[in-house]
């Protein structure tokens, strides 16, 4: 599993709260990710990172942020949540030398 | 940037059978074509991956081709088993740089005993 660890598994939040998403990998990968999963939809990139306080924005980018400020940790955090971020979130890591993608266990989150 | 499409977005075989999904992609910088399988209520997984460099890979029943020119790749799934129905997704990256990961809509590949 590549040491990558997601928490919670399993939240449920109200609208208009903020929710942070932790991805925490132990073998010092360079590069992280968040995506999110929906049916119909595949995986879509939310945030990615790829080193210490470098991080740039994926297709799904509104109404997230993402904070790295250390290599094993790479944080997710919905301002203001709300119903359409309901949503499996996968956090994966990729080798640096071969670009081989690993997912942790995913976090279903419930906006209500 | 990159963009991955994948079709079909579902597919039914007989057990035995072979199966195909196949995607294209967009950006020509892309090198890296990873394949993987998720079953259901679990993370997805890599199952088998080829580079630009090469132009099929094979692993027992598994194998991917890979057309840069035409900017597709595909994998081929042969003498099907109960145990292949997943959804699977294709993916474009690019070694270094940014090595942003872009995966396709998924195939859910049902495989009927």
């Known amino acids: 599993d590549a040491g990558i660890t997601q928490s919670p598994r399993h939240k449920v939040t109200e609208t208009g709260t903020p929710v942070t998403l932790r991805c925490h990998q132990t073998?010092?990968?360079?590069?992280m990710y968040w995506y999110r999963q929906d049916p119909g939809h595949g995986l879509r990139l939310i945030h990615y990172?790829?080193?210490?306080?470098?991080?740039d924005k994926g297709e799904v980018s509104d109404g997230y942020s993402v904070s790295r400020s250390k290599t094993e940790d790479f944080l997710l955090t919905l301002e203001s949540a709300t119903s359409s971020q309901t949503s499996v979130y996968f956090c994966?890591?990729?080798?640096?030398?071969?670009?081989?993608?690993?997912f942790g266990q995913g976090t279903r989150l419930t906006v209500v | 940037g990159e963009n991955v499409e994948q079709h079909p977005s579902t597919l039914s075989v007989q057990e035995g059978d072979s199966a195909v999904i196949k995607c294209t992609y967009s950006?020509?910088?892309?090198?890296?074509f990873p394949w993987y399988k998720q079953e259901l209520g679990k993370r997805p997984q890599l199952i088998i991956d080829?580079?630009?460099?090469?132009g099929e890979k094979k692993d027992q029943r598994i194998a991917v081709t890979l057309n840069k020119t035409a900017k597709h790749f595909s994998l081929h799934i042969t003498e099907t088993q109960p145990e292949d129905s997943a959804v699977y997704f294709c993916?474009?990256?690019?070694?270094?740089?940014?090595?942003?990961?872009?995966f396709g809509i998924g195939t859910k590949l049902q495989v009927i005993p």
């Open positions: 994966a890591i990729s080798l640096e030398q071969t670009a081989e993608a690993f």
């Open positions: 993916a474009a990256s690019s070694l270094g740089g940014y090595q942003k990961v872009t």
């Open positions: 950006d020509s910088a892309s090198n890296y």
């Open positions: 990172s790829y080193g210490v306080k470098d991080t």
């Open positions: 073998e010092n990968h360079r590069y």
């Open positions: 080829i580079r630009s460099n090469v």
